[in-house]
C-alpha cells in the first residue's frame, strides 16, 4: 500500500472526498439509524495532543468526525438521541476562549411510556462539553416543561473503531489488529483495539446515572423527570479503567482547569484592543484560535498546524505561523525553532525524503505510522522548511536579541545552511530543488502540494527536480540572516562569505524567474532549466523576502491588485486565465488567508499602503462573513457586491494556524510597524483598517522592557503614542518614521 493507491489528502480535496475541518460537512451524514441530516456545522475541542470534531448537537455521527489521540480514532459515534430520534436544534456554540462546546435542544414529540405522550419542545437539553489532560467531560442538564412527570427514553450511541487518522482520510489497509468486544458495567462502557505495533488502545465511557441496557453500542438511560425539575447527567472518557465516577464537581474542576490553561496562553505576549468591536472581535478569536491550535511540548510551544487533518507539528506550518506572531509573541517562535532544531534530519532515507540537515515536513504518531506503512511519523518532504527554519532564526533574534538561545542551536542553523548549499540543490543549478525519493512521499513538496499546482504555461506537467520561486527567496532571507546572525556572534569571515552568498542568490534568482513579457516572476523552474511562465501568488512571496527590485516589485503589487488576482477577499492562489485555473480548485486559484497576508507584507516592505490597507479590509470582511474564524482556504470566485459572501471551500481546515495568524501579519504592515531588539520599534507611514479610530498595542517587550502603543486616527492622518517615547506620550505623525525605545 502507497499513497498513490490511496490517494493523498489533496487529491481527495480536488475530488470532493474529503471532509471539514470545522465549519461545513457537504456530505450527508447517516447514523446507524439511517437519519440524513445536511450540510452539518462542526466544532472542535481540543487540550494537548487530543481534539474532538462534532457537529452542532454536539454529536459524532459516524462520518469523519469523532475523538481523536495521537492520530487515532478513539470514538466514531457519540450521538444522543430521544426514544431514537434527534432532538431538534436550538443554538450551538464555543466559548469566547474556545474551551467549552455548548448545545442546546429540545425534544420532538414523543411516545408514551406507560402514560400520556410527551408533546414536542417541553423539555430543555443542554449538552455542554469540555477536554482537560487527556479527558472528554460533559455534562447533559435535562429540564422539563410538562405539564406532569415525565420518563424521559434517553439514549447515547458509542462506538468505537480506533482508525489511524490516514484511514480517516481514505487510505485503505492490508490488515488491521483486533478489536475487543464492549464491556459493560453499570456506569461504565470500554471498548479496546490491539494494533499490530502492539499497543492497546482504549476509550472507556463512564456515566455519573446508570444505563439500563447496552446492546455493545446502544446506551439507554430511562430517567424520571418532574414538572420543572432539572436532571443531570455526567459523562466522561478517558483510557483510565480505574478513574473515579463522574460528578458535577468533576466537571467544574476540569472546566477551570482547561480554562486556566487557556488563559495562560492567551496572557502571552502582547495585547491587542481596537475600538471597533468586530474588528476587535476578529483579533481575539484569532488569538484564542492560535492559543487552541498550541500545545505546550517540552521544548516549548508549538502552534499545531490545523484541525482536523492536521493536529500535530508540521514544520512549514509552524514556522510560518511564528512569524506571522513574531512581534507579538516571540516565545511562539522560540518553541517552533527548539522542536525543529531537536527533530533536525541527521541521516538520509528516501522513504522519509531525509538527508542531513533537513528541517522536518511532519510528525505523526499513529499506528500506519509507527508502523512504517506510511513515510510521516518523521517525514521531511518539504523543500522550504529548511530555509524557512534559519529565516525564522533570524528574525527572532532581531525580534529578541536573544543570541543565548541562537547560540544553542547554531549548530542546527549551520547543518540546515550546508544541505541548502549542497543536498538542497540536486542537479548544481544554484537552486534549492526538490523530487521525491519514493512514491509514498509528497509529488510536490512545496506549500501547494497538491498533485496539479506546479505546471508550465500550457498546462503539461514539469519535469524534475522542480526548483520553486518563493523558495529561493526563502533561500535568500535565511542566508542574508545567517549573515547577520555570524555578525552579531563576531565572525566576519562567516558573516562576509554568506552576505555575498545572499546577493548572488538574489542576482540568480532575478535573471532566472523574471518573465519580462509578463512582466511577472515564473512560478519554478524546472529540471530543463524551463521556466513554468505562470503568474501565481508564489511570486508575492518574493516581496516578502526582499529579492526584487523596486521597479519589479511595483509591476508584480499592480498585478496582484489587479482583477486577475484579486477577488474582492484577498489574493488568489492562481490568476485568472491561467491554464488550470480554477477558483474552487484547492491551489489553483482559491484564496488562502496566510498567502494573502504574506504579499500585504511583501507589499508593505515595497512602501504600498493603499493595497495594504484594502487587502486587510477584504480579509476582515471575509472573517466576518466566516464567523470571525478564517478557514485554511475559500474559492476564489469573485465578489459580486456589498451583500455577497466568500463562497467556503467545504474540506478546509478550520481553525488552521497560520489563517489564524494571517490578521496578526497583515495589521502589523498595516500599522507599518517593526521591533529590533537594539534600536526598539520602528513605524513608518501608519495606517488603521477602515472603521478602525483607534488600536491599542499592550505589554509589548522591547529589549527587555514593556511597552504601550497607541494607534489613533486624527483627521487625515494616524498618530501614534508611545508610553517609553521621551519619557511620555506624544503623538508622531504619520509622514515621519516614529522610533522609540
Known amino acids: ?102 448545545s442546546h435542544m429540545t425534544n ?22 469540555v477536554l482537560d489532560a487527556g479527558r472528554l467531560y460533559e455534562r447533559i442538564a435535562l429540564t422539563s416543561y410538562a405539564a406532569q412527570e415525565t420518563i424521559l427514553p434517553l439514549e447515547i450511541e458509542i462506538r468505537a473503531d480506533f482508525v489511524d487518522m490516514f484511514e480517516v482520510r481514505g487510505m485503505k489497509r492490508r490488515k488491521r489488529g483486533v478489536t475487543g468486544k464492549p464491556l459493560c458495567a453499570a456506569t461504565s462502557f470500554e471498548f479496546s483495539y490491539t494494533g499490530l505495533d502492539g499497543i492497546v488502545r482504549r476509550s472507556i465511557v463512564r456515566t455519573s446515572e446508570p444505563a439500563a441496557s447496552f446492546d455493545g453500542a446502544l446506551a439507554r438511560f430511562p430517567l424520571a423527570l418532574g414538572r420543572h425539575k432539572t436532571l443531570i447527567l455526567h ?52 488569538r484564542a484560535d492560535l492559543a487552541l491550535l498550541t500545545a505546550e511540548l ?6 499545531y498546524a490545523g484541525i482536523p487533518w492536521f493536529s500535530t507539528p508540521f514544520g512549514r506550518d509552524g514556522i510560518i505561523t511564528a512569524l506571522q506572531t513574531l512581534w507579538i509573541d516571540p516565545s511562539l517562535a522560540r518553541g517552533v525553532l527548539a522542536y525543529l532544531a531537536e527533530h533536525q534530519a541527521m541521516e538520509t532515507s528516501a522513504f522519509r525524503d531525509s538527508a542531513p540537515g533537513k528541517i522536518m515536513h511532519e510528525t505523526r504518531q499513529g499506528e500506519m505510522a509507527a508502523l512504517g506503512e506510511i513515510p510521516f511519523g518523521l517525514y521531511y518532504g518539504g523543500v522550504d522548511s529548511t530555509p524557512l527554519f534559519v529565516m525564522l532564526a533570524g528574525a527572532y533574534a532581531e525580534r529578541t536579541g536573544d543570541l543565548a538561545f541562537i547560540d544553542r542551536i547554531w549548530a542546527a542553523l549551520e547543518r540546515a545552511m550546508q544541505w541548502i548549499e549542497g543536498a538542497g540543490d540536486s542537479n548544481g543549478d544554484g537552486f534549492v530543488d526538490y523530487a521525491r525519493a519514493r512514491d509514498t512521499g509528497l509529488a510536490n513538496q512545496g506549500w501547494k502540494d497538491s498533485n496539479d499546482s506546479v505546471f508550465h504555461a500550457n498546462g503539461s506537467d514539469p519535469s524534475g527536480p522542480i526548483a520553486l520561486a518563493e523558495v529561493q527567496g526563502y533561500v535568500h532571507a535565511a542566508t542574508a540572516a545567517m ?63 526582499g529579492v526584487s527590485s523596486q521597479e519589479r516589485a511595483r509591476a508584480v503589487i499592480d498585478a496582484l491588485l489587479g482583477p486577475g488576482f484579486s477577488n474582492g477577499w484577498g489574493v488568489r492562489t492562481l490568476a485568472a486565465g491561467e491554464a488550470r485555473y480554477n477558483p474552487m480548485s484547492y491551489h489553483n486559484g482559491s484564496v488562502w488567508p496566510h498567502d ?19 487587502l486587510l479590509s477584504e480579509m476582515f470582511d471575509a472573517a466576518v462573513r466566516f464567523d470571525m474564524r478564517l478557514p485554511e482556504l475559500f474559492c476564489g470566485l469573485p465578489r459580486r457586491g456589498v451583500g455577497d459572501a466568500p ?68 483627521g487625515a492622518h494616524v498618530v501614534v503614542y508611545s508610553d517609553r517615547h521621551f519619557g511620555g506620550a506624544v503623538p508622531i505623525n504619520n509622514a515621519a518614521e516614529f522610533e522609540a525605545g
Not at 596 to 614: C, L, P, W
Not at 672 to 688: E, H, M, N, Q, T
Request: glycine share 10%; aromatic share 6%.
Open 1 to 102: 500500500m502507497d499513497l498513490p493507491e490511496a490517494k493523498t489528502l489533496h487529491e481527495k480535496r480536488e475530488s470532493g472526498t474529503g471532509n471539514p475541518g470545522a465549519v461545513l460537512d457537504p456530505g450527508a451524514a447517516q447514523s446507524a439509524s439511517g437519519e440524513t441530516r445536511t450540510p452539518r456545522t462542526l466544532f472542535a475541542l481540543k487540550s494537548g495532543d487530543l481534539f474532538f470534531v462534532a457537529d452542532s448537537h454536539g454529536d459524532v455521527v459516524g462520518d469523519q468526525d469523532g475523538l481523536f489521540l495521537n492520530d487515532t480514532r478513539l470514538l466514531s459515534c457519540f450521538r444522543l438521541t430521544l426514544a431514537q430520534q434527534t432532538p431538534s436544534l436550538l443554538a450551538s456554540r464555543l466559548s469566547r476562549d474556545n474551551v467549552v462546546f455548548t
Open 596 to 614: 494573502t497576508a504574506i504579499a500585504v507584507a511583501g507589499m508593505a516592505r515595497y512602501g504600498e499602503r493603499d493595497g495594504v490597507v484594502r
Open 235 to 286: 459523562l466522561e472518557v478517558g483510557p483510565e479503567r480505574d478513574a473515579p465516577p463522574p460528578d458535577e464537581t468533576r466537571w467544574r474542576q476540569a472546566c477551570a482547569r482547561a480554562r486556566r490553561a487557556m488563559r495562560r496562553k492567551l496572557k502571552r505576549g502582547a495585547s491587542l484592543r481596537a475600538s471597533n468591536l468586530v474588528f476587535d472581535e476578529w483579533l481575539q478569536k484569532s
Open 108 to 129: 420532538r414529540p414523543l411516545p408514551p411510556l406507560g402514560g400520556v405522550s410527551l408533546p414536542e419542545g417541553v423539555v430543555h437539553i443542554e449538552r455542554q462539553r
Open 483 to 545: 549573515a547577520d546572525l555570524s555578525r552579531l556572534r563576531g565572525d566576519d569571515e562567516a558573516a562576509a562569505r554568506y552576505g555575498a552568498r545572499a546577493n548572488h542568490v538574489r542576482e540568480r534568482i532575478e535573471s532566472a524567474f523574471w518573465i519580462e513579457q509578463d512582466r511577472f516572476y515564473a512560478l519554478a523552474i524546472d529540471g530543463d532549466g524551463r521556466p513554468c511562465a505562470v503568474r501565481a501568488s508564489n511570486a508575492a512571496h518574493l516581496l516578502y523576502t
Open 298 to 303: 517540552p521544548s516549548g510551544p508549538y502552534p
Open 647 to 714: 463562497v467556503g471551500y467545504p474540506v478546509a481546515c478550520m481553525p488552521q494556524a497560520w489563517a489564524s495568524g494571517a490578521a496578526f501579519m497583515m495589521l502589523q504592515a498595516c500599522l507599518g510597524l517593526s521591533i529590533d531588539s537594539r534600536y526598539g520599534v520602528r513605524v513608518r507611514r501608519p495606517r488603521l483598517p477602515p472603521g478602525v479610530d483607534m488600536l491599542t498595542i499592550g505589554g509589548l517587550d522591547v529589549g527587555g522592557a514593556t511597552e504601550t502603543l497607541t494607534f489613533q486616527r486624527v
